[in-house]
């Protein structure tokens, strides 16, 4: 019986068992390893070069979505290299970031994708421990909150005469708002009585908050704009052993330096020709406003002396030859003010334009500059505005999609985004806001020769709208 059973089995040589075994373990290694590089490739059986371009494709907005697949994924949408593609692909998007200023004196940031409608709450500005270099050795460390909240410019002019001496216990207010090169920027501002150099900026590929390069002079209600993919902050004013004091003095930055660099002072050219010294002493010249516009940047000026301002016309700088010239009287002059003078303007396809409340609480008109006339025309007769008293700033201007668009708030207190497209046959106004917004996105209103649509509408309760601006990323 054992020796049937032994030649009913066949034998295997221990040459042929290991060649056997050696075949089997490199299968083995070959499906193990294709497995392996499936699964670590973003879309199993396609390259991650193709795999990028596809997602390079998707709508910026489900990226907060497909972060979440996995680590790598996470990794490529929050990648540089991911968005240089986009712009190569001509898929970048433009959002809307709008900061307001809530109950408890904070201010937050929410951005909106135009195309989908959908709002996005930013990260919390941080909060950060600040030395106080003028009182070294006695005050030691003083405690700056980004997030605190904004006062209306009168205040500060009331200050600046010397009719409020209470800086001390004056919250952090008046930083400056800028976007270039695809992020934010918040500038300066008040922490307690003095005025802060330190610049954030937020990054919205990392969705985070960075401080970067301060600036060399502490600003208070500096405006700034973009030129040449440059930051140039103008202005503001500054607070010293005499109070405050205006800023003629400008700088730019350079956002693939990280550095700043000085920008000659503005002259201020028609402040310097009062008649008398009291008159000089009393009336205090600001920058008002601050526009990028035919290659050169814009600054409309005025002279005040609470509650009373007047336009001085302006200023423009060139920067080939790196100087200031005087505003054509036309565009100085008649340039449109907002309260306390400050002065909101907005560039569209080439065009400049600018806003004119009227005295009515529910409407204004939009003006566009004619450069060939010097003279601010008005293109659009009357804006749907709901105005509120005590806002600050109750209205805002962006460009985006090659339109200009309002926000504003209406009277149940949502934050509306109005967008103003052309109508070929005007028909009889109508107000915005006595219909319903619960359908917004099918909304419109004609105004004159002008459909202003609801692109977004949101409920942020009491919230106050402090600022705007476009990324497109």
Not at 92 to 106: A, G, N, P
Not at 130 to 138: F, L, P
């Amino acid at each position: 019986m054992g020796s049937f059973l032994s030649l009913a089995v066949p034998k295997i040589r221990t040459r042929d068992y290991n060649e056997i075994c050696q075949n089997e373990n490199c299968k083995r290694q070959r499906m193990s390893s294709s497995f392996d590089e499936d699964s670590t490739r973003l879309i199993p059986s396609l390259p991650d070069e193709l795999s990028i371009q596809i997602i390079a494709r998707l709508p910026r907005i489900s990226y907060f979505d497909v972060r979440l697949v996995s680590r790598k994924w996470m990794a490529t949408v929050m990648s540089p290299e991911l968005f240089k593609l986009r712009k190569e692909l001509r898929t970048t998007e433009e959002w809307l970031y709008l900061l307001t200023k809530v109950e408890e004196d904070k201010l937050l940031w929410h951005a909106l994708d135009p195309l989908s409608r959908k709002w996005q709450r930013l990260p919390m500005m941080p909060n950060v421990v600040y030395e106080d270099e003028s009182r070294k050795g006695s005050s030691g460390l003083w405690m700056w909150n980004m997030v605190g909240p904004s006062i209306k410019i009168a205040e500060v002019i009331r200050g600046w005469l010397g009719w409020k001496d209470s800086w001390d216990q004056m919250p952090y207010c008046g930083c400056a708002i800028g976007a270039v090169d695809g992020c934010l920027y918040v500038l300066g501002g008040f922490s307690r009585a003095l005025t802060m150099k330190c610049v954030w900026r937020f990054d919205p590929i990392q969705n985070a908050w960075t401080e970067v390069t301060s600036m060399s002079t502490g600003r208070a209600y500096c405006k700034t704009s973009i030129l040449n993919n440059k930051l140039y902050v103008v202005g503001g004013v500054s607070r010293g052993r005499g109070g405050l004091t205006p800023l003629q003095s400008a700088e730019v930055f350079d956002p693939s330096m990280g550095t700043w660099s000085q920008v000659p002072s503005m002259p201020f050219s028609k402040a310097q020709v009062l008649p008398t010294a009291f008159l000089a002493d009393m009336l205090k010249p600001m920058a008002t406003g601050l526009t990028s516009y035919m290659g050169r940047l814009c600054v409309p000026q005025s002279l005040y002396s609470w509650p009373f301002f007047v336009d001085v016309g302006g200023e423009i700088y060139d920067p080939e030859t790196n100087s200031w010239v005087e505003m054509p009287n036309g565009m100085g002059e008649g340039w449109p003010a907002r309260q306390a003078g400050t002065k909101l303007s907005v560039v569209v396809d080439g065009e400049l334009y600018a806003f004119e409340p009227s005295s009515s609480l529910d409407s204004g008109k939009i003006k566009v500059y004619d450069q060939r006339e010097d003279a601010w025309k008005a293109v659009i007769g009357k804006v749907p505005i709901y105005d509120f008293a005590d806002s600050e700033s109750p209205y805002l201007l962006a460009g985006f999609h090659g339109k200009l668009h309002v926000i504003t708030k209406d009277a149940r207190h949502h934050i509306a985004v109005l967008q103003a497209d052309l109508c070929s046959s005007p028909s009889s106004s109508t107000s915005l806001f006595a219909t319903s917004l619960n359908e917004h996105s099918d909304t419109v209103a004609e105004s004159d020769a002008v459909v202003w649509k609801v692109i977004a509408s949101r409920d942020f309760g009491s919230a106050e709208l402090v600022s705007c601006q476009v990324l497109e990323i």
